[in-house]
């Protein structure tokens, strides 16, 4: 069986190639009963999500992914159940967009000296009033025929060693987890597994997190292979820590995992909406 929950997605708002409403109705379509909307260091989609979840029959929960640089490697931390209000929240998001903006502009002078000209423009134009990722700039190199798809685009052009990428530098750990309950929500590691943290990384991480007040890790996740379900279900338990599900949906071919078709958490784990009113009906 499919969970009926999904706390982790991405629209127009950043990487996603929905909006938030149409993505709202894709869930509701799907089947989804309970969603979050995380994009990435962006809340601006909420309320129009908010306000969609209601046309449809479906709960609706705040989230964000914020990017995170812990031990000079970047790392995604959802929020959520926060006050989409909170000012101190909402200045720190301001801050990591531009500093997103600054790397954009970066990874496209280093694009440049490769021979790829006028990245940063075409990755705007892709990503049209919103933040810029890795994935615009990956559409516009992938339709400029630089590589055959989104994925060997990255390993080409994106990542460590390559002429599009840069060194970021985002916020701490504890500012972000910080920052998360300090608005009011729950802080969750996303996809554990995709961060290539060796056992002693991931075990340091989930003492540190824990020790500042961290809620859960995603157990069950798009961007997780099927035996890390069992393994990540395994350190969530011996760290105490709840466990989170969420299709990382970012539209169709961007994706590994539809909506609707996330598998439920291993028998066993404590989800993250165990207290949840809105999720009730789950448990
Ligand atoms: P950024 O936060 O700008 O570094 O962009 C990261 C985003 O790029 C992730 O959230 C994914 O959506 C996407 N991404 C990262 N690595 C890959 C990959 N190997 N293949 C496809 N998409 C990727
Ligand atoms: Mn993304
Ligand atoms: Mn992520
Ligand atoms: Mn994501």
Same mark, same amino acid.
């Given at each position: ?126 990503? /049209? ?19 055959? &798809? ?16 840069? &060194? ?8 972000a987890v910080g920052l998360i309950i300090g608005a009011g929500g729950q802080a969750v590691i996303a996809h554990p597994g995709r961060y290539d943290l060796g056992m002693v990384n991931i075990h340091l991480l989930m003492h540190e997190f824990r020790g500042l007040g961290g809620s859960a890790i995603e157990v069950v996740t798009g961007s997780h292979q099927p035996p890390q ?8 338990? /011996? ?45």
């Open positions: 069986m499919s969970a009926k929950i999904d706390l982790h997605c991405h629209s127009t708002v950043s990487d996603g190639l929905l909006s938030p409403q149409y993505l709202v109705a894709n869930a509701a379509a799907s089947g989804i009963k309970v969603l979050a909307l995380t994009d990435h260091d962006d809340i601006s989609g909420l309320a129009p999500a908010r306000l969609a979840a209601a046309q449809h029959d479906l709960h609706f929960v705040n989230g964000v992914e914020i990017s995170v640089t812990w031990k000079k490697r970047t790392l995604h931390i959802v929020g959520l159940k926060f006050d989409a209000d909170n000012s101190s929240l909402k200045m720190a998001l301001d801050k990591v967009r531009y500093t997103r903006d600054m790397r954009a502009q970066e990874m496209s002078a280093g694009l440049a000296k490769a021979g790829i000209a006028g990245a940063y423009e075409g990755a705007k134009a892709i990503a /049209k009033q919103s933040i810029l990722t890795r994935s615009h700039f990956a559409q516009f190199l992938a339709q400029n025929g630089h590589a055959k &798809d989104v994925k060997s685009v990255f390993k080409k052009f994106l990542v460590k060693g390559k002429p599009g990428f840069v &060194d970021s530098n985002w916020m701490d750990l504890q500012s379900y069992q393994q990540f279900a395994k350190i969530a338990h /011996k760290f105490s820590l709840k466990a989170s599900l969420g299709s990382d949906y970012h539209g169709a071919g961007l994706s590994f995992m539809g909506m609707g078709h996330v598998p439920e958490l291993p028998a066993g784990c404590v989800p993250v909406w165990d207290d949840w009113p809105e999720a009730k009906f789950l448990i």
